[in-house]
């Protein structure tokens, strides 16, 4: 009598987790670059806070105040007459567009209300002012 040659064979059930590992390992890079990516701007130096909101959505406009008292919308420099043709095209696609102000610590107060009087004038109500956190 011949042997059947199946009754020897064991079935292994297993779940291979590395490439599950190595997807995740992917999406958390990816998710990290998209993050970080989201608000652009110029480098400046912020006045700290104790409560310093992270909230930044991907439509958000940041408008930048450099020391020097250069105005950029994003990463391009702008006078405020630009500055206001700009922000009136954009309100104009979403009237809802939230705007972030960065001012650099060493700017005069002048040149942050100019902007906001821009923002009242354009009834831009959704803004938030970019600080770095207070460390203790």
């Known amino acids: 009598m011949s042997k ?3 009754e020897e064979l064991e079935v292994h059930a297993e779940l291979n987790v590395v490439p599950l590992l190595d997807l995740a390992w992917n ?3 990816v998710f990290i670059m998209v993050v970080t990516a989201t608000v652009q701007g110029i480098n400046v130096n912020l006045p ?5 909101a992270g909230n930044i959505k991907p439509a958000t406009k940041a408008i930048t105040i450099t020391a020097q008292g250069t105005i950029y919308l994003d990463s391009f420099p702008v006078t405020l007459a630009e500055l206001e043709t700009r922000l009136r095209q954009l309100k104009a696609v979403n009237p809802n567009f ?3 102000i960065k001012g ?5 107060y002048k040149s942050v209300i100019e902007v906001l009087d821009l923002l009242s004038r354009l009834d831009i109500t959704q803004l938030g002012l970019v600080t770095q956190r207070l460390v203790k």
Do not use: G, R, T
């Not at 700290?48 to 310093?52: P, R, V, W």
């Not at 650099?104 to 005069?108: G, L, V, Y």
């Open 4 to 6: 059947n040659p199946y």
């Open 27 to 29: 999406l958390l890079i």
């Open 48 to 52: 700290k806070a104790s409560a310093a």
């Open 98 to 100: 939230p705007v972030v």
């Open 104 to 108: 650099d610590e060493k700017i005069s």
